[in-house]
């Protein structure tokens, strides 16, 4: 039996290991790329039960952005990722897009026969900011009795966290077909 000791995985040991089978990838630079970002990713899911606050929207769209490059190592020319970054000097939860992201990947596009687009937009209004991720999957009725697509604990918790630290909203919509978008609204004056 492992103790609890040695049941954790210590992120020093793992991040030492990543930049020794990084080094041995000399030569190829995707797989250092591809390295680097699992590393980041991992470094910053680490630092999440830690984190109280709101981040930077940069940071959280960085972790974003590793997710989606890892992600698309795995579906090549099957994934499309589109940005419209508008907006980026405000705050968010850390871990409340990337799941949404992941999600549309997970969930909307992996099941789609062919080519899948997720797009990240950010705007501002007079009274927020905006960040919508769409997906062109196989979405879901969200009225369906039985529907195991209907926002699940990992959602719940963003939306609660989104309210709780910044005051935010997340509304889904979905149409079976056609994919679905989300919607995160951020009131201006109340992220910390």
Not at 45 to 72: A, C, G
Not at 87 to 100: E, N
């Amino acid at each position: 039996m492992i103790t609890t000791e040695y049941s954790h995985l210590k992120p020093h040991f793992l991040f030492n290991s990543l930049t020794a089978v990084s080094d041995m990838c000399a030569g190829n630079s995707e797989a250092q790329e591809a390295l680097a970002a699992f590393s980041d990713y991992l470094r910053v899911n680490i630092s999440y039960h830690n984190r109280k606050t709101p981040v930077l929207f940069d940071t959280e769209l960085k972790h974003v952005e590793n997710y989606l490059l890892l992600e698309k190592l795995r579906f090549e020319e099957r994934l499309i990722i589109l940005y419209d970054i508008n907006v980026t000097g405000f705050k968010v939860p850390l871990l409340s897009v990337q799941p949404i992201v992941e999600n549309a990947v997970s969930h909307g596009l992996f099941n789609k026969p062919g080519v899948g687009t997720v797009k990240i937009r950010t705007v501002e209004s007079e009274t927020d900011y905006i960040i919508n991720v769409v997906d062109d999957g196989i979405g879901f009725d969200p009225d369906a009795s039985g529907n195991t697509r209907k926002p699940q604990a990992g959602i719940e918790n963003v939306r609660d966290r989104l309210a709780s630290m910044c005051g935010g909203t997340l509304i889904i919509s979905s149409k079976p077909g056609v994919g679905t978008r989300v919607n995160i609204k951020i009131p201006k004056g109340v992220e910390s």
